[in-house]
Structure formats: C-alpha cells, structure tokens
C-alpha cells in the first residue's frame, strides 16, 4: 500500500491509499459541512443540498446522473451528518476515472428550482419514516437534549416546518458558502494511478474559487438533561443515554472507543451480562463519537416498558462500578481483540478503507496505514481507560426514554 | 479474474466447501443446515432462534460465561440465521484464530450444554425482538408479506409466533437440535485465507462420526391472504408486496434477475424513478428476488405518508406489469453491469462469498463459479426477458399494508 497527497492552487485536497492488486477502487468527496453549521432557518438544508446534487447540473439531468452511474456498476451513495457530508462511489478499477468525473461534476450542481420542489416531497418522506423509527428518533432527540445550545444539538433530517420553509435560494446561499473547495477533500483508495486521477479532478475542479469558510469549534460537556416522553403508540421503552468524550482531535480517541466497547458491545461486555444475557433488554449498546472538536459517549437500551426501572438501577450499578473499580485487564483485552478482527474484516475491500482514510484527513490531516491503527488499539492501556472514567464520568449522563406506561 | 473452489465430502455426507482469497487477512465461514422452521413440527414457530441463542450459551467444557470469553477474545463476528429452509450460524476473525474457531463451533454445535436455566432468557429475548417490531413497522410489514405469501409451513416468521414461543419447553427445543441437526446434510463453506487440509482434518475429526436422518423438505400447504391490513398511527403507511417467480434453479433464473434488476437494481430503475424522483411519492421504494429451494418470489416496499399510499401503490403496481411492455438497450445494459459489477464486489469480501457457496450448494447442490455467472449474465437478452415477462403477467401479489390507513390493492 502506498500514500499520495495533492493539494491543488485552489486548496482542495486529493490523496490516495493505492491498493494495486485490488480489483475495484473506492472514492468519496469529503465536505466539511453538516447540520452543525446549519442555524435555525436552515435547519436539514445540508441533507437536501445532498439530495439535490444528485439533480444534476446545468449540463445533466437527475436521470442522465442515474444512468451514468448504473452504466458504470458503480456502488453509490452519500451521507449526511452532523459535521460531514460524504458522495461515495465503489467501482471496478478500470471505471474510476469516470467516476471521479462524474462526482468532480456534480459538486457544481445546477439546483433548479422544479427539482428542489420535487425533491422536498421526498425528504417530507424521509421524515415521516424515521418518525415510525423510535430507534432512530430518540437518537436525534438526545443529541438535542445533550448539546443544548452548542450546534451539535443541530438535526441533520431538520423538522416538516423548516424543509417546507427553507428557499432555493437559500440553499443556493448555503452551497456557495460551504461546497469551496477549501473545504472539500477528494479520497481514493484501491487499484487506482494517482496521476490520473488527480488530472480529472485537477482538470474539473481546478477553476473553482476558494471561499473563506469557517466552523466555531467548542468543547461541551452536555446539559446532563433527564427527560421521560409518554409515547402510548409504541410497543417498547426506548432510552438513550449520551456522556461527553474525547473529539476526533484527540489520541486517546482510541481509548475511548474501547471502553465503549468494554461497557457495551452486542456480545460480551457489562451491558451484555446485566441487561441482554438475562433477559432484561432485547438490545443495550455503547459507541463512543469523537467528532470535531468535541465527543460523546452513547448508550442505546430497549426493554419492555415495565422493565425501565430495573433497567436504569442496573446501567447505574455499572457506571457506579467501573468509576470504583476501574476496568479490567482481560475485558480490555477482549475488546481489542474484537476491534482488530473488525479492522481486518473491513479492510478487505477498498470501500471499508474510503471512510477512515477520508475522515482522518478531514479532522487531522493525517494518513494512517492499516498498521497504525492496530497499534494504536494495541497501546491503550488499563490506566488509559480509566483515567478517560475519571475524566469524563461517563455515569452523570444527558438521558432520554420514549415508551408508553408501563 | 483467478478462481478456485476447494470441496470435500465427508463420509457422513457433510459437504466442506472453500474459496480462497488473495490479499485478505481475515476469513469467514459458515455452517448451515436443515433447521429452518418449515422442518419444525407444528406449534414450535420460532424455536430456531431460541435454539441459535441457547446454542452460545454453554458448549463443552466451557459454561455459558467462558465460552463467549472465548469467542470474544478470538475476536469473532458472529451471525446466525433462521429461515424456512435453514439454521446458519457464521463466524468472521483474523485468518490465525480460526483452527481454535472452528474447535469452538465444533463444541457449540455437538456439545451444547443447552442448560434449563438458560432456556428462559433465550425464550424471553425472542419474545421480547417478537414484540419489538411493533416498532419497526418497515421491517414487520415484510414479515407479514412473507408470511402471507408463502406457502405453509415455508410460511413461519423467523422471529416465531408469540403462542408458540411461550408454549416452548427445554425438552422440545433440545430434541429438535437431536433430530434436525442432519449432518449428512450440512454444508460447511469457507472463504478468505485458510488451509483447506487442516480446515478439512478438524472437520472430519469433529463432524465425520456423527449422521443424521435424511431430511426432506414438506409438501406446500395453504397460503394465507391477499391483503392484510395492520392498523397502527403512525407517521407513514408501510406498504410490502411480494409476486411469484420460478426459484433459483429455473432455467429463467438470469432473465428474471435482470429483470428485476431493470425494475428496482439502482437509482436509474423504473420503481425509483417514476416513483421517487418525477413524483416525489416516497423516500425509500425497492424490490429484489428472494428464493428459497422450491419458491421464489419478488418482494417490494414502499412507505409513505397516508394521504399518497393509494398513490404510491398503484404507480408501483402499474410499473411491474408495464415492464412486459417493453426494455430499452441500455435499461439492458445498465442491468448486466449493475449485476455483474456487484457480483466482483462481492467476490471481495469473505462474508459474502462464503453465504454465496453455502447458498449455491443448499440450492442447487453445485457452486456456480462467478466466471459462469458472468457468462450467463452475458447470454440475457431483451427479448429472452420480454419472454419470461410474457409467461410471468404480475397478476397476482400479496400485499400487506401497517399504518393509519388502508389500501385498495
């Protein structure tokens, strides 16, 4: 595997892990934006703007972008959240320069305004389906809930009223201040010749101008908010509980992501034996985000409504216990051993290394090779987890629970 | 593109197939038999899953505790499935732990402890997923689909039948793993880096002195309603539909992927386009072909919001029986590279591949290599489609609907 990086006049960023015996290449634009630099007018317009590139441009039409994606097999998609929006694509080796330059063109989209009114039906949509996810729901709820005034509390679908609200000319206004390619990182990894591939991206995005783009970065530690919604149409107690933890920014971003997995792995960890071995909750899961300048820690719980008290005592016993007694060694060693097969079974395709190669530029302009990673996991110690308890206090939480009477 | 496919036969019957991979660290495998629910007897639905938890829960020397220690510190990524047809378990790690993986399956699936103690947090934790997709309405609306569209008993619901799973006893579970463990009918298949002799030594060693009573596959029995509807209030009206089709082993079989893949394969299909983008109707709307040995079927969600189900179904509808109408060139030919690129990137991951073999030879007791996939993809025609269509009209589908209003299907 080999790194390469390029930085264009303009200051947009390409680089590339290049796997040459691989038989497909990924690549993905990586633009720093998402529902944090969204205000209150906006609100969801960085997950439309994501829908609407695939409208075309003032050269394409939406089916001419469909069919030229599917005429070249790609495996495509895009992302939104709350700090990053992220355009995909997996293709066969021989096809990614033409992917690369269908994406290179559709990063100017022509946002019309009959597809904006067209495509609002849609996100309406979108809504309304996550609203029949109380899984999802209460995730963007608590973000809420926890972040309170800080901008990661921002929704990233935003609410009926403000995508029925928000103008094309607004999100035009949105686009031109966020999409600079200042702010935009161009990945690749796989079978792929950099030269190349730097010349299309060179050749279509090279006469963008640059704009001064921002985002106020700050640390949070989360209103500790507990909120209880009746909700009688659902059928189970839904709780989500969110701590403050280390940003992206921060090395012991590693450590932090193991202790989450330490607590609350789907197999294993101390969520797993109090609450889903017996029985208590169907689903009890713990992941640490580290995002840009900030982090938190997330619990997920499901159980029947009449289980929530137990629930709640149980999930303090465990908080109560690890701010005691810490961690242990072989749990700790159990969960690296988990996270380095992980590693190893995504790095099998060059999709599974686009995100993490993407992103690490994207918050710490850094490559890092596969080996990095591992040894980075490997290096998190006992102390380093526990000192993260210590720091943190991961069992003083924001908490949200959405179910019916119990 | 290299290809090799390692098989073996034990003398029990137990088939070992293997597909080595270049550049991998990791490896996956997957052992499944014929423990679906359709070979259940009657009032058992659901035992599979109960049977897949309580299999982890104690085997061998280890007791419930140990032995997920020892698939964790291995690092396994574990799944296990249950269908009409099969009980699979798989497992994904790093290629150097898995002579002590396959030990442990190995004890997992001849010496489960199957404790009685155990026994009720498996069944309470089926009971509770049971009553949790009341919560996911999009995935409980294609359960009830499924269920209404096949045939009894190939009918049962995975996540079993809540009368049932409550009756569930210790002595009735442990006797179906005694009775539908069929080792002379168990597939084992592997993919990613391995050595097929020390995979093939260890298999034989554990497996090869066990046996099993042939298992057949039950007649069809009745099928259940055209139209259900579930009333619930929520934000959207989920729509599932589901049509037959010939199974996998039909000589139409690629004629129909390629059809199924002009209707619904990508962004650029008929469903995604006349549905979501020129009229704005839904955000999520797929189909794709499901098979089973001696059923298939092809299966369709929409959700939208109650005012635009009508709508939303009858645009849907309309588009499946438009498609004998006719295909153009390059409908055709975006179809082929859809189907054939996703076949080379599943050709890329241990997981997919090594389902891909085991699947193959539950249904059509071979492995087709990809290179034959390809060439059969290559020999699909308009016209060979546009036949197929002609025999297959979309008459009849079963349609369930969960939301605060109904349809007129």
Redesign the interface.
């Known amino acids: 595997m080999q790194f390469k990086h390029k930085q264009l006049q303009n200051g947009l960023t390409i680089i590339s892990e290049i796997?040459p015996?691989?038989?497909?290449a990924a690549m993905g634009f990586f633009v720093r934006t998402g529902s944090r630099d969204e205000n209150a007018a906006v609100s969801g317009v960085s997950h439309f703007l994501e829908h609407m590139l695939?409208k075309g441009t003032d050269t394409l039409s939406?089916?001419q972008v469909?069919?030229a994606?599917?005429?070249?097999?790609?495996?495509f998609n895009a992302s939104t959240g709350e700090e990053n929006t992220v355009y995909f694509a997996?293709?066969?080796a021989e096809y990614l320069p033409e992917v690369a330059k269908l994406w290179s063109q559709l990063m100017r989209p022509a946002l019309r305004e009959n597809d904006f009114d067209?495509?609002?039906?849609?996100?309406?949509?979108?809504i309304?389906?996550c609203?029949?996810?109380?899984?999802y729901e209460i995730l963007e709820d608590a973000r809420a809930l926890h972040f309170g005034s800080h901008p990661c509390a921002n929704s990233v679908l935003g609410t009926e009223e403000s995508i029925k609200a928000i103008t094309v000319q607004q999100m035009r206004d949105y686009f031109a201040r966020r999409y600079a390619p200042n702010n935009l990182v161009v990945a690749c990894c796989g079978n792929s010749n950099f030269d190349v591939f730097c010349g299309h991206i060179e050749q279509l995005c090279g006469n963008w101008p640059p704009v001064q783009t921002q985002r106020q970065l700050s640390w949070f530690e989360g209103t500790r908010q507990k909120k209880t919604v009746r909700r009688e149409?659902?059928?189970?107690h839904?709780i989500c509980l969110i701590s403050p933890s280390v940003s992206m920014q921060d090395p012991r971003r590693f450590a932090a992501s193991l202790l989450g997995m330490v607590l609350g792995?789907d197999?294993?960890s101390r969520y797993?034996?109090s609450l889903?071995?017996?029985?208590i909750?169907?689903?009890a899961s713990m992941q640490a985000e580290a995002m840009d300048g900030v982090g938190a820690i997330y619990s997920y719980i499901?159980?029947?409504p009449a289980a929530a008290d137990k629930v709640m005592d149980i999930v303090g016993g465990i908080f109560k216990d690890i701010a005691q007694n810490g961690v242990s060694e072989?749990e700790l060693?159990?969960?690296k051993?988990?996270v380095?097969?992980?590693l190893?079974?995504k790095?099998?395709?060059?999709?599974g290394r686009l995100m993490g190669l993407g992103l690490n530029w994207v918050y710490r302009q850094e490559y890092r090779t596969l080996a990095d990673d591992i040894a980075a996991i490997r290096a998190v110690s006992v102390r380093d987890i526990n000192q993260l308890i210590a720091e943190f206090s991961p069992g003083d939480f924001t908490c949200l629970a959405m179910g019916p009477a119990a | 593109?290299k290809e090799r496919l390692d098989q073996q036969r034990l003398n029990n019957g137990m088939v070992i197939l293997g597909e080595p991979?270049?550049?991998?660290?990791?490896v996956?495998f997957h052992f499944l038999l014929p423990a679906g629910n359709a070979f259940f007897p009657d009032g058992c639905c659901g035992a599979g899953k109960v049977v897949a938890d309580w299999l982890f829960r104690g085997a061998g020397r280890r007791n419930?505790?140990q032995l997920?220690?020892t698939?964790?510190?291995?690092?396994?990524?574990?799944s296990s499935a249950v269908s009409g047809e099969h009980l699979s378990l798989g497992a994904?790690?790093?290629?150097g732990?898995l002579t002590a993986a396959l030990d442990l399956y190995a004890d997992i699936l001849i010496q489960p402890r199957l404790e009685d103690e155990q026994f009720?947090?498996?069944q309470?934790?089926a009971l509770?997923?049971l009553?949790?997709?009341?919560?996911?309405?999009?995935h409980k609306v294609m359960l009830l689909t499924k269920e209404q569209f096949y045939p009894s008993p190939y009918n049962r619901p995975a996540e079993g039948r809540a009368k049932d799973l409550q009756a569930l006893t210790p002595e009735q579970c442990r006797q179906l793993v005694r009775t539908r463990f069929d080792w002379s009918q168990c597939i084992f298949a592997v993919a990613?880096k391995y050595d097929f002799q020390v995979v093939c030594a260890l298999l034989e060693k554990r497996f090869g002195p066990l046996s099993g009573t042939a298992s057949r596959h039950p007649p069809f029995g009745s099928r259940g309603n055209p139209y259900t509807h579930q009333p619930?209030?929520?934000?959207?009206v989920?729509i599932g539909m589901m049509t037959a089709v010939p199974p996998i082993g039909d000589k139409r079989y690629y004629d129909i992927l390629a059809g199924v893949s002009v209707l619904s394969?990508?962004?650029?299909?008929r469903l995604?386009?006349e549905v979501?983008?020129?009229?704005?109707?839904?955000?999520?709307v797929s189909a794709r072909y499901q098979t089973l040995k001696n059923i298939a079927g092809i299966s369709c969600y929409a959700?939208?919001?109650p005012e635009k189900a009508q709508k939303t179904f009858d645009v849907t509808l309309h588009e499946f029986r438009r498609l004998r109408q006719g295909i153009t060139e390059?409908e055709m030919?975006?179809a082929k590279?859809?189907l054939?690129?996703?076949l080379?990137?599943q050709?890329?991951?241990?997981?997919a591949r090594c389902a891909g073999i085991a699947g193959d030879f539950a249904y059509l007791g071979r492995v087709r290599p990809l290179s034959e996939i390809r060439r059969q993809l290559d020999v699909v025609t308009i016209r060979s489609v546009l036949d197929f269509l002609n025999t297959n009209l979309f008459e009849n589908f079963t349609v369930a609907t969960i939301g605060p209003k109904s349809i007129q299907p």
């Not at chain 1, 609203?131 to 899984?135: H, I, K, M, S, V």
């Not at chain 2, 979501?276 to 999520?284: F, S, T, V």
């Not at chain 2, 050709?347 to 997981?351: G, M, R």
């Open positions: 796997q015996p691989a038989q497909t695939f939406w089916q469909n069919e994606f599917d005429g070249l097999g790609a495996s997996a293709v066969l067209i495509e609002k039906n849609v996100i309406l949509e979108e309304a389906m609203r029949d996810l109380p899984q149409m659902l059928a189970r839904h792995d197999t294993g797993f034996w889903v071995d017996p029985a909750a169907e689903a499901c159980c029947e072989k060693q159990a969960a051993n988990k380095l097969s992980a190893a079974i790095s099998e395709r060059p999709m | 593109m991979m270049d550049g991998v660290e990791s996956s419930n505790r997920t220690e698939l964790d510190n291995l690092g396994i990524h574990r994904s790690l790093e290629a732990n009720a947090p498996s309470q934790l509770h997923e009553a949790g997709l009341d919560d996911d309405p999009r990613g619930n209030e929520g934000a959207q989920h394969g990508s962004m650029s299909s995604f386009t979501r983008e020129k009229r704005g109707l839904c955000y999520a959700g939208t919001t390059d030919q975006r590279i859809g054939k690129s996703s080379i990137m050709s890329e991951s241990t997981q």
